[in-house]
């Protein structure tokens, strides 16, 4: 008998009929003879219905009372989930991560796990039952409701699934599988049988919206097997694993973008150890995620220093660097929020050469402008101007997998 942890997201549960289906999707995995632990979010848009809610109410929420709104959302349809299961003839109990204990640190709204104490789901399971856990959500160890940040059911169902040393991380949603790049872009993208954890990451650090790139992370460490399936339970999705495929890996597994993009240029910074680091101090203890770093040559004694921020984070971020910037005397503060991301990803970049300069030559083709670089083993990201994103995926989808050339 193996042990399934099958998270649904929030299209999934989005109403009472869908909500029923999934519980009919967790059924036949039991009726299979698994056991079954099952991970919700909240249902539909309920999430951004609150947050928009909150807004009205208070132009600058605090981020402890967004947690004590937002956490509240999984806890609707967990209930119905468990209600919906005994409907179906299967005991079935709703919990939320305070109940279960999913202890995290202190930092309300992007709060990381610590501990995730199990005694109770263990026992749970060995009497039978199927445990309905709340995603998104946890305790800090002063018994303050804590939240993950979007996306942060993904890593509860695979904190779940590592700490309970389960078979297999089933992500249920409204795609089949990961994709080469998003079809609604470029409809001749393809589903991917496999893929690896670090082309995986790669693609949710840089824009994928499949799967949190959290929840990746922690597959990877603990070696959980994460599998992409469609809501429906049908079809064998998208397998993440830390084994390649016998046959040589392509050079570019997939595409991924991000339109939540913005970059912040600090000019005449003074060209001495330690500026660069003042002015992203700041920004970083704000927990505000840099990406992309660019720093021009030396003229008259100064830099300019420009950097990529998310979206949601743009205003703060600027903020914070103006400050600093003003404290050393540096010039002016420009920011752009009318950027993407787009970077292409594939452990065969690895052994294969000429694939930036390839990239390069397919936007120069495009006529597109790009305005900062970032590259790593696996993958070059560029920054382009967010009009000319979709004509730029679809270029490089062409070049790199729909001819799929396996030397440059």
Request: hydrophobic share 45%.
């Amino acid at each position: 008998m193996g042990l399934v942890v099958q998270k649904f997201g929030g299209t999934s549960v989005a109403t009472a009929a869908r909500l029923q289906q999934a519980a009919r999707v967790v059924a036949k995995t039991l009726e299979g003879g698994n056991r079954v632990v099952v991970v919700l979010s909240a249902m539909g848009d309920a999430t951004d219905r609150m947050i928009s809610l909150a807004r009205e109410v208070c132009g600058n929420p605090g981020r402890r009372e967004m947690d004590m709104l937002l956490s509240s959302g999984e806890q609707v349809s967990v209930a119905l989930m468990a209600m919906a299961l005994k409907d179906l003839g299967f005991e079935a109990r709703s919990y939320l991560g305070s109940q279960i204990r999913i202890l995290t640190d202190s930092v309300h709204s992007k709060a990381h796990i610590r501990e995730v104490e199990t005694s109770r789901l263990a026992a749970y399971l060995a009497s039978g039952g199927v445990p309905v856990v709340a995603g998104f959500q946890g305790v800090d160890a002063e018994g303050e409701i804590t939240t993950f940040g979007r996306g942060g059911s993904d890593t509860t169902a695979v904190a779940l699934a590592a700490a309970l040393g389960a078979d297999e991380c089933q992500i249920l949603t409204d795609v089949d599988g990961v994709y080469t790049t998003d079809p609604r872009v470029v409809p001749e993208a393809r589903r991917l049988d496999r893929i690896t954890f670090e082309e995986m990451i790669e693609l949710a650090s840089q824009g994928s919206r499949v799967l949190q790139i959290r929840a990746v992370k922690f597959a990877g460490k603990y070696n959980v097997p994460l599998r992409v399936l469609h809501m429906s339970g049908q079809g064998h999705g998208t397998l993440i694993t830390y084994e390649e495929p016998a046959v040589e890996a392509p050079v570019v597994s997939g595409i991924a973008f991000s339109q939540d993009e913005a970059e912040i240029t600090v000019t005449g910074v003074p060209d001495r150890p330690g500026a660069a680091a003042s002015i992203l101090r700041p920004v970083s203890d704000a927990r505000i995620q840099v990406d992309m770093i660019v720093m021009n040559s030396p003229r008259d004694g100064c830099v300019d220093l420009s950097f990529s921020v998310g979206r949601d984070d743009f205003a703060e971020a600027i903020a914070l660097a103006g400050r600093v910037a003003a404290s050393l005397g540096a010039g002016e503060v420009r920011g752009n929020d009318t950027v993407a991301k787009i970077s292409i990803v594939g452990v065969g970049m690895r052994s294969h050469a000429g694939i930036a300069t390839r990239l390069f030559e397919t936007l120069a083709v495009e006529g597109i402008h790009v305005r900062m670089v970032s590259t790593s083993e696996i993958k070059i990201s560029v920054l382009v101007p967010e009009s000319e994103m979709e004509s730029a995926v679809r270029a490089l989808h062409r070049v790199f997998l729909v001819d799929r050339p396996d030397t440059p």
